[in-house]
């Protein structure tokens, strides 16, 4: 299954191994990642003022492994999160798309060894956001998807690079 998804590759003489993420690959991830979060937005601002509870979920996780030091349900409350936010279209393609960025863009952060104050970091940063998602005008809340998007793909590529 993790060939078909792509995120393994067969090499000659070296068998199945972990795909390598490019630059150019995080760029994409990203890309396809605004496109499909900023729908995600579009929909939420429709709904509004209904609070979500999948994203206050996700960050009450977050926080929770942030205090465990637990990188890897830190990164998993960081997918569901995002997959809250698109989610909001009520679309299984839109949902579907947004699984496989993310499992890709995962192959990168698990290289990356999270320490606790960085997890603390990211738990801060997506419960700001959370309220600007919430509780900002809609093109306040556009902007700081975009900057936590924008930050998060500098982390990747310095990661990749």
Known sequence: RLEREGLL???????LEVMRLSVEDVRDLY???RTLELAGLEAMVRKRPADDVWLQAAVTSMTEAAKAGD???AVAAD??????IVAATNSR???TAAEAALRELRIVLAVADRVSSDLDDLAADHAGLLDALINAPPPSARAALLDHLRR??????AITA
């Open 9 to 15: 590759v067969h090499s000659l003489h070296r068998g």
């Open 31 to 33: 890309a396809t990642r």
């Open 71 to 73: 990188g890897r349900a």
């Open 79 to 84: 997918a569901a999160f995002h997959l809250a």
């Open 93 to 95: 393609r839109l949902r």
């Open 152 to 157: 998060g793909e500098a982390r990747a590529m």
